[in-house]
């Protein structure tokens, strides 16, 4: 991630470290941006933290995606 960027509504610049990731978005009513935005804040700052570690550590996430579990796969995680 760039250099002093500060993560801010609307603007998640993961296209430059992930270039095949499609449909990246964070979306949120009008109403709770302006009704709540140190939430809406702490909200994106934390996503991209995780971005961040999965990036870190793609080996680890990887193994954390494809972990065994009780619930069905989501649609976007590809069969093992």
Known sequence: MQ?????RPG???SGDVLP???GNVL???TSLISG???????FNQ???RSLAASLG????????L????????PWWISPR
């Open 3 to 7: 250099s002093g960027w500060e993560p």
């Open 11 to 13: 603007s998640l610049p």
């Open 27 to 29: 979306v949120a009513p």
């Open 57 to 64: 550590d793609p080996q680890g996430t990887a193994e954390i």
């Open 66 to 73: 494809h972990k065994p579990r009780s619930t069905p796969r």
């Open 46 to 48: 934390t996503y991209v």
């Open 20 to 22: 095949d990731l499609y």
């Open 36 to 42: 709540n935005p140190s939430l809406v804040r702490r």
